[in-house]
């Protein structure tokens, strides 16, 4: 029995042979087709992949798809999800189809799906595309289309990084820096970018074949093996990406896991010193961002879990940063879309600044004790767990912006929330003691 595939308002992913079809892919870039049509926007449509194996014979699906309905395609074959935003806007593009997984596992596939604006579609257009999927909505057809290779997709996104500060600084440091892509498309860009840093180079994964070296999510336990490259290597900081480079983990220089939450709370302490701004996070990030934020006279936000809420919000407070605690900066200056390219020149800026290891300036941040777990959806019924909860810490403030956040007066909080992206159910805590979150997430998980 084939099992299903995962369609929302956050774009598809499905198991390759089994949930993912030729047949689904059609269907559904046929709808985003009579979506640009129905909203009259002209130009072409770009198309490029993360390296997995799969993605070529995707990438043709939705090619074929799109010229049938007169859609002038530009391929770029492998480029990471941040770069495809930039080539929107550099192409003047309608739209994009990023075929891409993210960090879900090697025998997965799915498509990520962008606006002229050179943005992931938000969940109200997210929501419209799913209705038009739903409907199995088309365009007219048309015999006059034209598919272009895009060629040097990597020049405008790397101007507007070296742009965000003053490389100078972090050229006459000289890091010597780790960069794990492990296989996915982060190399394409990520070497480039760091040559131009002056950092001395060390890579894992650079072919982008999407023959993961490890699981392709960055947490600690998939980044083990990484952390024992850092030191072996004698490297300052360990810089992982996932699969299509939208995240980014870090390890420092004695190979410990510092992790992606670190990502956005250093970023936002190398610029709010900088360029003090309001910032924007997701409900599922670290509070840290709060301190960060209240140091400079700032706001920080909250929105729900997903890089377009986090834009939402952003436009609307009219905030100079964002990001999501899954290591996804979100920087204007450069693109409305996470970017894992963002915080790896923001944090090396922050290293040159400091003259100090990461782990010495990621010590002055203070420390919250934030815990994630999930379990399989088919064994939960999320708004029956929601229910049991609030009615077991009853002194917790009620929160549903995002599934359900349960707030203390002590700023300890506990998120659970159904997958977007994955037929699972997430819980997270941060409290001030990491026992304490973990509890919390099994009390939760055990409803």
Request: net charge negative.
């Amino acid at each position: 029995m084939a099992s299903k595939p995962i369609i929302s308002v956050s774009g598809l992913r499905a198991i390759v042979g089994d949930s993912l079809t030729q047949e689904l892919i059609e269907q559904y870039i046929s709808a985003y087709a009579f979506q640009l049509a129905e909203s009259g926007l002209p130009g072409p449509i770009i198309i490029s992949r993360d390296g997995r194996a799969s993605g070529e014979i995707i990438c043709q699906w939705v090619q074929q798809t799109l010229t049938n309905f007169g859609r002038d395609v530009f391929y770029a074959d492998i480029m990471a999800t941040p770069t495809v935003g930039i080539q929107i806007r550099e192409q003047q593009a309608a739209g994009a189809v990023q075929v891409t997984a993210s960090h879900n596992p090697p025998q997965y596939n799915g498509l990520k799906l962008y606006g002229s604006d050179g943005r992931i579609l938000n969940a109200q257009k997210g929501a419209q595309l799913l209705e038009y999927y739903h409907q199995q909505q088309t365009p007219a057809k048309s015999s006059t289309a034209s598919v272009t290779n895009l060629e040097d997709t990597n020049t405008a996104h790397l101007e507007k990084l070296v742009a965000l500060t003053d490389i100078r600084k972090i050229q006459a440091r000289k890091f010597r820096v780790l960069l794990d892509c492990n296989h996915g498309s982060g190399s394409i860009l990520g070497i480039p970018l760091l040559e131009s840093l002056g950092c001395e180079l060390v890579v894992l994964g650079r072919e982008p074949n999407g023959q993961f070296a490890h699981p392709a999510e960055p947490t600690a336990e998939n980044l083990q093996e990484v952390g024992k490259q850092v030191v072996a290597q004698r490297c300052e900081i360990g810089l992982c990406q996932d699969p299509d480079a939208d995240r980014l983990a870090l390890i420092d220089s004695e190979g410990n896991y510092l992790g992606e939450e670190y990502t956005i709370a250093l970023c936002m302490k190398q610029l709010l010193a900088e360029e003090p701004c309001d910032v924007v996070i997701n409900c599922a990030t670290s509070r840290m961002a709060y301190d960060l934020a209240k140091e400079v006279n700032q706001t920080c936000y909250e929105s729900a879990v997903g890089e377009a809420n986090v834009v939402d919000v952003m436009l609307a407070q009219k905030a100079g940063f964002g990001g999501e605690g899954n290591g996804g900066p979100i920087d204007p200056r450069v693109g409305l879309i996470r970017d894992s390219f963002v915080g790896i020149v923001r944090i090396l800026a922050l290293m040159a600044r400091e003259q100090r290891p990461i782990e010495a300036i990621a010590g002055d941040i203070r420390p919250y004790a934030i815990y994630k777990d999930k379990a399989l959806l088919e064994a939960h019924d999320a708004q029956t767990v929601f229910s049991k909860l609030i009615r077991q810490f009853p002194d917790a403030k009620v929160d549903y912006t995002d599934g359900l956040k349960l707030r203390w007066p002590n700023d300890d909080w506990l998120l659970v929330r159904a997958s977007n992206t994955e037929p699972i159910i997430r819980a997270i805590a941060e409290t001030h003691s990491l026992t304490k979150s973990q509890a919390l997430c099994k009390t939760a998980l055990s409803q």
